[in-house]
């Protein structure tokens, strides 16, 4: 007999797979192999997941249509199973499937459509954390204020896209009326943050996304402006940091590398 593991790995295979044969050892009630059985559950699966990306994406869904959305999605569902029992973590790699779906080429800015949808979901579940009160810098001396680090919301996240995808994405979702848009007009910087119960979606100006990831980077602010004004050099420390509090993307911050947030 094959070691369990080889079987396990067989079935898992065959279920994403039409293409392979039932798994060897699968019997039904008569004790004979029955492929009619097994092809009635590999359906179930595959549609399960396929429900899955309808559910996480739905201004991709609206974008292409239901039936171009359903062939796509089966194609990523053939070539990528869940790594977690979890159905919620299913999508990770959906929108960078979509970059290489060759079908999809025709719409440049779909995937990072997706990568907007699928930082909503991982927002949405982030564990919670109370945002700091901006009182609480009125405590640090200026001279301080270049060194600190600042702790950001679990909840944050950053999407890039050279298209105005953010545009498109609110366009294409809930009561979102459609429009044309013009691909040349520039790129989107993106900022998903849920500081309370909502999820909250906002465009930010150039110089934020690197200011922003140098600091999930745990740099001090004066290395985090520096980033900032590499990317443009007229980059709004004062602004940005205003803008980061009334998001409630700020959580805590760190005057000394040795001590515990705040």
């Not at 609206?62 to 039936?67: A, F």
Request: net charge negative.
């Amino acid at each position: 007999m094959r070691p369990l593991a080889e079987r396990q790995a067989a079935f898992a295979a065959a279920l994403l797979n039409a293409a392979l044969p039932t798994p060897h050892g699968l019997v039904g009630p008569d004790g004979e192999p029955d492929p009619k059985r097994f092809a009635v559950y590999r359906n179930n699966v595959v549609a399960g997941l396929i429900e899955a990306l309808k559910d996480g994406f739905p201004a991709v869904r609206r974008l292409v249509g239901d039936d171009f959305f359903c062939a796509m999605a089966r194609a990523h569902v053939a070539v990528e199973p869940p790594r977690s029992p979890i159905l919620l973590e299913y999508g990770a790699g959906f929108a960078e499937f979509i970059r290489t779906f060759e079908p999809a080429a025709a719409l440049p800015y779909l995937a990072d459509v997706a990568c907007i949808e699928r930082a909503w979901t991982e927002a949405y579940h982030a564990p919670e954390a109370s945002p700091i009160d901006p009182e609480a810098f009125t405590t640090i001396a200026s001279d301080q204020l270049p060194a600190i680090r600042l702790a950001l919301h679990p909840s944050l996240r950053l999407v890039r896209s050279q298209f105005p995808a953010l545009t498109i994405w609110r366009m294409n979702v809930g009561d979102g009326i459609p429009a044309s848009v013009d691909l040349a007009a520039g790129g989107e910087d993106v900022l998903i943050v849920r500081p309370f119960a909502d999820v909250e979606v906002r465009s930010i100006p150039r110089g934020s996304l690197e200011f922003i990831q140098a600091l999930a980077d745990q740099e001090p602010v004066v290395a985090a402006l520096q980033a900032g004004l590499i990317a443009d050099p007229g980059f709004d420390l004062a602004a940005n940091l205003s803008d980061l509090m009334r998001a409630g993307a700020l959580v805590g911050f760190d005057l000394a590398p040795d001590r515990r947030w705040t």
